[in-house]
């Protein structure tokens, strides 16, 4: 833990950052009317809390930036969530004094509205896209060419769709396929179903099930959870503002992972309840390791029905972003507690 002193030097310096994007000096720091310590006091912490590792010195200027782990100490520690301004609150309680009763326009608005008033980049998880598990499968031949696909989940939600049975490939080759998966499948999330069976089931099915190269586009289609219809993202653009990604390709690595649907889904994974801040290397993907994630779930009768957050800089105004989607999740969960009520 750091002293008194040195957590008001670590805030003002956070703060100075977030706002102004240019290293911080001792004497920036001094002038605060909140500090109250000489500039020669703040040099001394400021050595000290770099070494420590909250702070970085990111070239010879006396100037220093926070570190990863110095705004991880912030979140948890020295943020006071900041009170919405009145055009903020205005355009929140417009949305959702509206006549929304499309869940996907909801999802949307919202969305975009978040964008707007962060410039970061919103992405939203549509409901249970990522809350829902397989259950079981089953699957029923309509002709030489066609079946039925039916897909159960452990909330109870019944998937159906009609897929293509590739040529050559029999009742006897589809039960096997359905039954392992079955097997193997069964309490994955919906998102993962694809990956899972890509990256490691294929040596088993190559063992147990025959034709099963014949079968991949079919299971492709069997577990595809049309997640590019229920990601819904605003924004996206915002980050080429961003003075850290002036960097053309860190740019397009982000813009290349936010195209991928299954891949953004996974930025969300384990999502607890509350506003959670994942910042930098928490992150699980490295295409996002110089960014901050800040995201909550909106929930119905307990259960999960989708996720809202923000993608920005680690210099992410922490502040009102905390406080904006604790706003918007708790305005989402009553907007569809009185759709699915």
């Not at 919405?84 to 949307?108: C, H, K, P, W, Y």
């Amino acid at each position: 833990m750091l002293s008194e002193r040195q957590e008001k030097i670590l805030r003002a310096i956070v703060d100075e950052y977030i706002h102004h994007a240019e290293p911080v000096g001792s004497r920036t720091v001094s002038k605060r009317k909140d500090i109250g310590f000489s500039a020669a006091t703040i040099r001394n912490e400021m050595a000290d809390l770099e070494e420590t590792g909250f702070l970085e010195q990111p070239h010879t200027s006396a100037g220093r930036i926070p570190s990863q782990f110095g705004y991880r100490y912030y979140v948890d520690h020295l943020m006071v969530p900041r009170h919405l301004n009145r055009s903020d609150l205005m355009m929140i309680r417009e949305l959702f004094a509206s006549q929304m009763n499309e869940v996907e326009q909801t999802i949307q608005e919202t969305a975009s509205i978040l964008s707007r008033v962060t410039n970061y980049t919103s992405i939203m998880l549509g409901p249970e896209l990522y809350d829902n598990k397989l259950k079981y499968l089953q699957v029923f031949p309509l002709n030489d060419h066609m079946a039925v696909a039916i897909l159960v989940t452990d909330t109870g939600h019944v998937d159906q769709r009609r897929i293509t049975v590739p040529e050559g490939v029999s009742l006897t080759n589809i039960e096997q396929m359905v039954n392992l998966l079955n097997a193997k499948l069964a309490g994955v999330p919906l998102h993962r179903l694809k990956q899972t069976v890509h990256k490691e089931l294929l040596e088993e099915f190559s063992r147990h099930v025959e034709n099963y190269e014949y079968l991949l586009s079919m299971i492709d289609q069997l577990l595809a959870t049309e997640a590019e219809g229920r990601i819904f993202t605003s924004g996206t653009t915002n980050i080429l503002s961003q003075p850290e990604f002036k960097d053309v390709e860190k740019v397009k690595v982000l813009m290349e992972l936010l195209e991928e649907s299954d891949t953004v889904a996974r930025l969300f994974s384990n999502q607890e309840t509350g506003v959670q801040v994942r910042i930098g290397h928490e992150n699980e993907l490295e295409a996002v390791n110089n960014c901050s994630i800040v995201s909550a779930s909106f929930v119905v009768d307990g259960r999960s029905l989708g996720t809202i957050g923000l993608l920005g800089p680690t210099r992410m105004d922490y502040q009102k972003v905390v406080t904006l989607l604790d706003v918007l999740s708790r305005n989402l969960s009553r907007h569809f507690q009185r759709i699915y009520g």
